[in-house]
């Protein structure tokens, strides 16, 4: 089966891998997929939750695999790592846990039952004290206390809002926090769990929302019409929306470059990721087709130095792009099914 990709930045692409994954390279570089792997995880490892098959993939740098099976029926959405990447906490959709696993051996030690099923990302806060759940059909942000040191994490309290939360970032310094919503942004306070303002979007931003490197703004994507993206001065928490018109559809996540010039977001909707030029209103568009005339569905989005990974929800593949113009590829994680994966998160 032929796959396919764009070039980013115009450069001429070759085929020349197949098997487990399809490596491509830009230019003259060529390669195989383990060396493509390790160029871009190094001696690390990159977590994806196969939601249909109820486990963690965890990939390494020199292309092997391994799974750590979750209780039925659990259904991992979202996997996100506490601050010295000691702990992975999945979210599941299945049953609406928490699942704790801790990364060293890749044991299970913690499961909190926080309701009806619908947990949709566990978010930990940077100096690791806090974890938020976001509980879609209950409507509520549910604060978790976490004490790492002693395998601990006891729910502290929660937030009701409007509409089903689906996302979290917190400010670096862990006091407030950004959740996304259907519509809207909710600003809260993590010490009282009160909401402190709300920020209007077209449509949800799901799970795009990124800092800059100075930490100071923002970055927050939306899914109305054909895409919107925003920039949010956190001192004011005012937003600006950027013009670049439509560049999506169905647009769900994003990763942005080291050098902060460019965003790459996830559009379900194309099987492709647009290419925002952050300086300006340029729009490029990198194809994901993996399975030509598949809805292959491309959807979480992570990062790590020059290499975005980014999870193509249906196909059950894991795609490599850099994002200097250079070499991607194509890892199989899991079966295809309507969510064979879902999350991706870089162990630190």
Sequence with gaps: MTR???ALLGLPMILVGCGEGVLITGGDDTGSLSSALEDALGEGEIWASAQDSSQLVIIHGRGSKEYVALPAPAKPHLVEFSP?????YAANVGNGDMIVVRASDRQIVANLD???????????????????????PTKRVIKIAADEANESWTVAGSLSMAGGPQCTVFTSDSKKAYVSLPVNIAVVDVASMTLLKTIPTNGGSMCGMVWSKDAQTLYVLSAGGSGHFYRVDTATDT???????????????????????????????????????????????????????????????????????????????LAILRTNGGRAAYVDVAPPSANAIHGVAIRP
């Design 4 to 6: 396919k990709l764009i």
């Design 84 to 88: 010295n990447g000691a702990y992975a």
């Design 114 to 136: 926080l309701g009806l099923a619908g947990t949709h990302q566990t978010k930990p806060s940077p100096d690791g004290k806090v974890v938020f759940a976001a509980q879609i």
């Design 239 to 317: 937003i600006t929306e950027a013009p670049y018109g439509g560049f999506g559809v169905d647009v769900h996540s994003f990763a942005v470059d080291p050098e902060e010039k460019n965003a790459f977001v996830s559009s379900r909707g194309t099987d492709s990721v647009s290419v925002l030029d952050l300086a300006g209103t340029a729009v490029d568009s990198i194809s994901l087709d993996y399975r030509p005339g598949v809805a292959d569905k491309p959807d979480m989005v992570a990062k790590k130095g020059n290499n975005v990974f980014v999870a193509l929800r249906a196909a059950g593949v």
